[in-house]
């Protein structure tokens, strides 16, 4: 049970028993993952004053113009995890390839591998708007003792076992799932500690909120350009607020606490829309559908796709579970 006011290490500790038969290894791991927060969180904290902000000067194989920090921030989290030995292998956003962890012995012995967005929205930081980082965390499906294979991360997103993210905002927060609900906590920078604020954190059943990139309202298909008008109308409890950030983690976030949906859908510029599904919609999914809310792709469950590559994009919608269900409905009518 979360206790106001926890450490994020004794919730760790206390919790452990959710995974019986477990070596301490997830929780391990998590705690390594919550340790790069913190190097990144200060980084991310003084980009206006050291020369961390702006382009790194290449091009990632999503083909984005790589920012430095999501550069510093993809570095961190690799080295963090490759010291400590705990994961036998990480896929990032920012990588071509995913990354085989043998350890230091060359025996292959540990069991999960790690996706991750090191760091969501960095074209925001420039300008001084909140950011994040994702992780999505699953066992191996391939042998321990073998090095891992691509399977082992093409998973569909129900084979999660756990995923979050942190937020750097007007304070960090680090919110995750390990499949028994979601608990959020904040990074109290005097101390270094992350505390317990969010117990329990749930996905209002409906909202009014809606968060979409209008400007590609033209390339849209004619589901979410229905679900845009609707959502404009004067009726009831509309028109809705419209309120987009552009870095992902930070409008879902705001979502679960206040109540909306978030949409990236395709357009005619891009057949599968933007984001991708390993590193953003899955873990995204698994924590929405943890705080009672919905996640599909306008017409099906993103957890059940079952990936075929590693950089995979997908349609995106996301929040509250009465507006995903009647953006499907538009999606479907429109058909
Ligand atoms: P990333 O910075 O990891 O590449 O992700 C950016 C994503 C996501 O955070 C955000 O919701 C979306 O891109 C914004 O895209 P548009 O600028 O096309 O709206
Ligand atoms: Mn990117
Ligand atoms: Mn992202
Ligand atoms: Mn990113």
Redesign the pocket.
Same mark, same amino acid.
């Given at each position: 049970m979360p206790k106001p006011n926890q450490t994020l290490g004794e919730f760790i500790i206390e919790n452990q028993a959710d995974f019986p038969g477990s070596s301490g290894e997830l929780s391990r791991l998590i705690n390594s993952l919550r340790l790069a927060a913190k190097v990144v969180n200060h980084e991310v904290n003084k980009a206006g004053l050291v020369d961390i902000i702006g382009a790194y000067g290449e091009t990632n194989v999503?083909g +984005?113009d790589q920012?430095k920090l999501?550069v510093y921030a993809n570095n961190k989290f690799i080295q963090t995890l490759t010291n400590r030995e705990i994961v036998c292998g990480i896929a990032s +956003?920012e990588n071509d390839d995913f990354i085989q962890i043998k350890g230091h012995k060359g025996d292959n012995q540990n069991k999960y591998v790690v996706l991750m /967005?090191?760091? /969501? =929205? !960095? !074209? %925001?930081i420039d300008v001084n708007v909140s950011? =994040?980082t994702?992780f999505s965390i699953y066992q191996r499906v391939t042998p321990v003792g073998t090095p891992v294979q691509i399977e082992d991360f093409l998973q569909p997103g129900n084979k999660q076992v756990a995923a979050g993210y942190i937020i750097y905002g007007t304070s960090t927060m680090l919110v995750y799932t390990t499949g028994h609900g979601v608990n959020g906590f904040t990074l109290n920078p005097a101390l270094g500690s992350w505390y317990l604020s969010h117990p329990d954190m749930q996905f209002p059943e409906d909202g009014q909120i809606y968060s979409i %990139?209008e =400007? %590609?309202y033209v390339h849209f298909p004619q589901g979410v350009k229905d679900y845009i008008k609707w959502c404009q109308q004067e009726e009831g409890n509309r028109p809705y607020t419209s309120r987009?950030? =552009?870095?992902?983690? !930070? /409008?879902i976030h705001r979502n679960m606490i206040k109540g909306g949906i978030?949409m990236?859908p395709k357009s005619s510029k891009a057949s599968d829309g933007?984001?991708?599904l390993l590193? +953003?919609c899955n873990p995204m999914a698994f924590l929405t559908e943890q705080a009672g809310g919905k996640a599909s792709d306008g017409f099906k469950r993103i957890l059940d796709i079952k990936p075929t590559e590693l950089h995979q994009r997908v349609p995106f919608f996301c929040g509250s579970r009465k507006m995903v269900e009647k953006a499907e409905e538009f999606m479907a009518k429109a058909e």
């Open positions: 999503q +984005e920012q999501d +956003e /967005d090191p760091l /969501d =929205g !960095s !074209s %925001n950011v =994040g994702i %990139n =400007g %590609n987009y950030i =552009g870095s992902m983690v !930070s /409008d978030f990236y933007k984001l991708r590193y +953003e």
